[in-house]
């Protein structure tokens, strides 16, 4: 499995905070969504999706953001 952020129009995967690519292959695996999802938050990407790609299998699972982070960077160390 892997966790990607994939713009809404182009519908390109982030490899660097700069680049996208149309080869999930080449994407960024965030390996977790909440960190997809804190990346997007803190670079500001707009109009994107976190997007959960399953290894040999299809279909994949696409959720837009904005979503918010459930604890801040402060408070997730409490847990």
Avoid: C
């Avoid at 292959?25 to 804190?38: K, T």
């Avoid at 997007?40 to 918010?68: C, M, N, Q």
Wanted: charged share 25%.
């Amino acid at each position: 499995m892997k966790i990607l952020l994939q713009h809404t129009q182009s519908l390109r995967y982030l490899r660097t905070v700069e680049t996208w690519t149309k080869d999930d292959s080449d994407a960024h695996n965030f390996l977790h969504s909440q960190r997809a999802i804190d990346f997007a938050h803190e670079h500001d990407l707009k109009d994107v999706y976190v997007t959960v790609k399953f290894l040999g299998r299809e279909p994949e699972v696409a959720i837009p953001l904005p979503v918010k982070p459930l604890f801040t960077q402060s408070q997730a160390r409490l847990y």
